[in-house]
Nanobody
Framework: QVQLAESGGGLVQAGGSLRLSCAAS????????MGWYRQAPGKQRELVAR???????NYADIVKGRFTISRDNAKNTVYLQMNNLKPEDTAVYFC???????????????WGQGTQVTVSS
C-alpha cells in the first residue's frame, strides 16, 4: 500500500503564488509517474503537470509558463510551484502516482485526498 500526503493549498489573490507538496510513502519499489491533477466544481478532473520516471514532464497547456513541477527522488516527493495564479485555477488539486510495489507485478494508481486552492479576483 502507498500513501500520498499533500500539503500547501490555500487562499491567494490573483497574481499570487502557492507551492504544493506531495510525499509518497509505503511499499514503493519504483514510481512510474507522479504529479498533479485538479478538479473544479462541475468540471472533470484534469491533468495539471506530472513527472515520468525518466525525468520528462508533461504540463497542461493552460498552466505552461506559470506552473513548475519539480521532484526530490530521495524523498519520493513532488512539488508544484504555481505562480501568477488566476481565479480559473481555483480547484481541488489531487496528487497522483503510478507506483510499482513489487517487481514483476503491475503498477498501481494512487490518489491523494486533495487540497483546495482558491484564487480570489
Amino acid at each position: 500500500q502507498v500513501q500520498l500526503a499533500e500539503s500547501g493549498g490555500g487562499l491567494v489573490q490573483a497574481g499570487g503564488s502557492l507551492r504544493l507538496s506531495c510525499a509518497a510513502s509505503g511499499s514503493i519499489y519504483s514510481i512510474n509517474s507522479m504529479g498533479w491533477y485538479r478538479q473544479a466544481p462541475g468540471k472533470q478532473r484534469e491533468l495539471v503537470a506530472r513527472f515520468f520516471s525518466g525525468g520528462s514532464t508533461n504540463y497542461a497547456d493552460i498552466v505552461k509558463g506559470r506552473f513548475t513541477i519539480s521532484r526530490d527522488n530521495a524523498k519520493n516527493t513532488v512539488y508544484l510551484q504555481m505562480n501568477n495564479l488566476k481565479p480559473e485555477d481555483t480547484a481541488v488539486y489531487f496528487c497522483h502516482a503510478v507506483v510499482l510495489s513489487v517487481p514483476g507485478f503491475s503498477p498501481y494508481v494512487y490518489w491523494g485526498q486533495g487540497t483546495q486552492v482558491t484564487v480570489s479576483s
